[in-house]
T-cell receptor, first 115, second 113 residues
Framework: QEKVQQSPESLIVPEGAMVSLNCSFS?????SIWWYQQHPGKGPKALISIFSNGNKKEGRLTVYLNRASLHVSLHIKDSQPSDSAVYLC???????????????FGHGTILRVHP | AQTIHQWPVAEIKAVGSPLSLGCTIKGKSSPNLYWYWQATGGTLQQLFY??????VESVVQLNLSASRPKDDQFILSTEKLLLSHSGFYLC????????????FGAGTRLSVL
């Protein structure tokens, strides 16, 4: 069964800092990897996803995937207080049968950006 | 634009009482629908999924059931709540095929006492 580990558990940074979040997964057959943002008491919101080895950039977000090491990272440039939230890494398996729409989530990283 | 609405926002229920949570998706025809659950301090885990009206598949056995009576509606229920049912319940949708993004509702906070 897929396992997703995130680090660090929590992070406090000043406004404007670069934030780096890490995620390791266990199954080499994993398909896409998503990063979700979740504010307290709210549903997760998808930020960015990656399927192929390498990196992908969208606005202030950059995600790096290394399939050989089963590792993915999310980097947030010029962090803002509004970025304060829980960041969840989620991994999908081939979309068949019981894996339909199934994302395996990590426990998340709590990010606080102080002004 | 697609919208997803969950109800109620929060529930406080007694052990052994029945439960019904609902979810409606507007602006998207024939989506895949999902129920996810997040125990306090735990990770999000998928409970059920549905790819069409009237068809629901169970992923995790938690003494809960789900139904999809209409294309845009997904219901989660049980006749007897357990303490272990407490947590945050999230409905989500995705496009029909492929590795598509899951879009989550705002969730229902359930406390079983």
């Amino acid at each position: 069964q897929e396992k997703v580990q995130q680090s660090p558990e929590s992070l406090i940074v000043p406004e404007g800092a670069m934030v780096s979040l890490n995620c390791s997964f266990s199954d080499s057959a994993s398909q896409s990897i998503w990063w979700y943002q979740q504010h307290p008491g709210k549903g997760p919101k998808a930020l960015i996803s990656i399927f192929s080895n390498g990196n992908k950039k969208e606005g202030r977000l950059t995600v790096y995937l290394n399939r050989a090491s089963l590792h993915v990272s999310l980097h947030i440039k010029d962090s803002q207080p509004s970025d304060s939230a829980v960041y969840l890494c989620a991994v999908s398996m081939p979309d068949t049968g019981a894996n339909t729409g199934k994302l395996t989530f990590g426990h998340g990283t709590i990010l606080r950006v102080h002004p | 634009a697609q919208t997803i609405h969950q109800w109620p926002v929060a529930e406080i229920k007694a052990v052994g009482s029945p439960l019904s949570l609902g979810c409606t998706i507007k602006g998207k025809s024939s989506p895949n629908l999902y129920w996810y659950w997040q125990a306090t301090g735990g990770t999000l885990q998928q409970l059920f999924y549905s790819i069409t009206v009237g068809q629901v598949e169970s992923v995790v056995q938690l003494n809960l059931s789900a139904s999809r009576p209409k294309d845009d509606q997904f219901i989660l229920s049980t006749e007897k709540l357990l303490l272990s049912h407490s947590g945050f319940y999230l409905c989500a949708w995705s496009l029909r095929s492929g590795q598509n993004t899951l879009y989550f509702g705002a969730g229902t906070r359930l406390s079983v006492l």
